[in-house]
């Protein structure tokens, strides 16, 4: 499901650039689930059984929640990307909002099978992204929703409560996106303090590493992921092939990096 996300946000980021259709929910909905559903046919497409839907109820069978019928929800979905994408002509509504609003009626209409929480929440980034809001892709409302699942039902309960009002659950939703805000600056604080330190530690250590392993280096504690080859590294310094092996190795064997083959 991890890697399924990460493909749902890579094609989300390019997806932004154009409008919202049904086929783009249906195809981001079988990225989500790829390999996950116990009945791998239904990944990609609308349900289209009335004893399949699935009902919310409480306490003493009271009927909570009931999803519009099957043959409803293909126009269902057209209405509800013709309003994600919105126009010249339609009064203004902030993205956040807008996102808020796609968010609630894709859990309301139920439109698949199974994976729908999935495809909410992934749907989620696509009006802000296309609004320019490049920030919100590396905010993770998933894991605040996964931590109160109680709080999320009742913004749902109560909008239907109170006839259709967004209000609760604009409210509840806009807290999250604040609580995730806030976790992504401590996530970066606490990465900045990283390098910081590491960028102390090597200062401490006079003659130890030359010029260019320094770089490689701060380089390496900014991007912890990053690759680096004797080629790209005789590029970066204007060195001898030979002399950035020795320079890459020299980091090696004090295990500040790890070598591993790629290809031949």
């Not at 650039?17 to 909905?29: A, K, M, S, Y």
């Not at 609003?101 to 929440?121: A, I, K, L």
């Not at 401590?186 to 303090?193: F, P, Q, T, V």
Request: glycine share 6%; proline share 5%; hydrophobic share 40%.
């Amino acid at each position: 499901m991890i890697l399924n996300n990460y493909f749902a946000m890579q094609g989300i980021r390019e997806l932004a650039q154009n409008p919202l259709t049904p086929d783009t929910v249906l195809e981001l909905h079988r990225i989500v689930t790829d390999g996950t559903l116990e009945h791998p046919e239904y990944a990609g497409r609308l349900q289209d059984r009335d004893d399949q839907r699935v009902s919310v109820w409480g306490d003493g069978d009271q009927l909570l929640h009931r999803p519009p019928p099957v043959n409803e929800l293909p126009a269902r979905l057209e209405r509800l990307c013709a309003f994600a994408n919105g126009s010249d002509d339609t009064p203004y509504m902030p993205a956040v909002v807008r996102a808020i609003v796609v968010h609630f009626m894709m859990g309301y209409d139920h439109y698949c099978e199974e994976g729908n929480g999935r495809t909410v929440r992934a749907l989620f980034y696509w009006p802000m992204l296309r609004e320019g809001y490049w920030l919100t892709e590396y905010l993770s409302i998933s894991q605040i929703l996964r931590k109160a699942p109680a709080q999320y039902a009742r913004a749902f309960l109560m909008t239907e409560d109170e006839g259709g009002d967004l209000t609760h659950f604009v409210l509840y939703q806009l807290g999250v996106i604040r609580r995730a805000i806030d976790d992504l600056h401590e996530y970066l604080a606490a990465k900045a303090r990283e390098i910081r330190e590491v960028q102390s530690r090597l200062k401490g250590l006079p003659g130890e590493f030359n010029h260019r392993q320094l770089a490689v280096l701060d380089h390496a504690a900014r991007n912890p992921t990053a690759v680096h080859t004797a080629k790209s590294h005789d590029a970066s310094h204007r060195v001898t092939i030979e002399t950035a092996r020795q320079d890459l190795r020299a980091l090696e064997a004090r295990g500040a990096l790890e070598r591993f083959k790629i290809s031949k």
